[in-house]
């Protein structure tokens, strides 16, 4: 037997024909460039999220800057940031000018640690004023925005979530795009809802930062695409990409209900033989990611690869020691979690369409190697 991470045959099967049908529609009229589905899935998606503004973009990298962007993040200013993410967390303030302070994590739940955060904040960088806190959803659950959430709010500083692995997942019965003030996502083919290609969205109720994104997004226009009143992006999500996710969006809680089930079954036969991953309280996630934590990752890794079953470490090296980033300031007490768990970490194969029989699979070959 071969277990792979990812099913998208089976997704396409589950939908029978109907994105084969979307994408023929969009061929035919012709609107390839804001055509008439990305504004239908605008709508979709905030009716889903529960936000007024929904602002679609070219990936959940460009969302990240256009977030920030929005916020008037730039040169000379500080954006903190986990240091245990993938790299286009940081990447996307670097490329806004700003310089990314990295924040440790928290071993249970892998996402910011507050305390961390709120020691990196007391520090003060000189002539670096703190404009931005961009918190991950890591694997699909929500950061700690109740703690994070009020840490921003009293030292004044906009949050912006980075929910490229959570749209979807809840926190406290709210669900994300609504936990911050602008939240950020990615559909790329990977993420929980994921696009034919590369894809990504802005949340917010702010309408003033929602006029603006949709500035910023088309070259910084104004009244019209002549009139550009800021310097902006070519970052727009494709008519065929909107057509594709908004089929996709009818599956997507059943999708979400499916991975929760299998969630639950690997924790309950794997909590001997690992650490499985927790999930706090109040919060749902869209599980993204499997992923546990063992002192024998490496032998685990070789021993399910030889068994056939795929395996992935995200992430093997935490951003402050990757060249392009290990220059950046790091929280005072150092990012010990992060490193340990770069050490690790290693996901699972996770995905609606995984079928008892293969989830079986990979849990007696994880077994055989480590009980
Ligand atoms: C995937 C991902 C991104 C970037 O999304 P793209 O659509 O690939 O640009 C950003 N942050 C996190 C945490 C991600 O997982």
Request: proline share 5%; hydrophobic share 45%; charged share 20%.
């Amino acid at each position: 037997m071969k277990v792979s991470m990812l099913d998208l045959r089976a997704q396409k099967v589950r939908l029978g024909g109907a994105i084969e049908n979307a994408i023929a529609r969009v061929v035919e009229h012709g609107a390839f460039v804001m055509g008439p589905e990305v504004y239908d899935l605008e709508m979709r998606l905030a009716q889903f999220a529960g936000v007024t503004e929904v602002v679609t973009c070219a990936n959940g990298t460009d969302a990240i800057v256009l977030a920030l962007r929005a916020l008037g993040v730039g040169p000379g200013t500080a954006v903190y940031v986990p240091a245990f993410t993938f790299a286009a967390t940081a990447e996307a303030v670097a490329l806004c000018g700003a310089t990314p302070v990295f924040v440790d994590v928290l071993p249970d739940t892998f996402n910011m640690d507050p305390a961390s955060l709120w020691r990196a904040l007391d520090r003060e960088i000189p002539d670096l004023p703190s404009r931005a806190i961009v918190t991950v959803d890591l694997f699909g659950q929500p950061a700690d925005y109740n703690t994070i959430g009020r840490i921003a709010g009293e030292r004044g500083i906009p949050l912006v979530a980075d929910a490229a692995q959570s749209f979807g997942a809840s926190l406290g019965g709210k669900k994300v795009g609504g936990l911050a003030l602008l939240t950020t996502t990615s559909f790329f083919p990977a993420k929980p809802l994921g696009c034919y290609g590369d894809g990504g969205a802005v949340m917010t109720d702010d309408t003033e930062l929602a006029r603006r994104l949709r500035s910023l997004r088309l070259h910084g226009r104004g009244t019209d695409k002549y009139d550009n009143v800021r310097v902006g992006m070519n970052s727009r999500l494709d008519t065929i990409q909107a057509a594709v996710l908004i089929e996709k969006l009818q599956v997507f809680v059943e999708e979400i209900a499916a991975r929760n089930r299998l969630a639950r079954r690997y924790s309950e036969t794997l909590r001997e033989a690992v650490t499985v991953p927790m999930v706090g309280e109040g919060a749902g996630s869209t599980w993204a990611q499997y992923t546990v934590r063992s002192t024998n990752r490496d032998r685990l890794a070789e021993h399910l690869k030889e068994a056939g079953v795929s395996s992935a470490i995200y992430y093997s090296t935490p951003l402050h020691q990757l060249r392009a980033y290990d220059s950046f300031p790091v929280s005072p007490d150092g990012l010990k979690t992060a490193e340990y768990l770069s050490d690790e970490v290693i996901s699972l194969p996770l995905h609606p369409y995984l079928e008892v029989a293969e989830q079986d699979f990979v849990i007696s070959r994880l077994l055989e190697c480590l009980s």
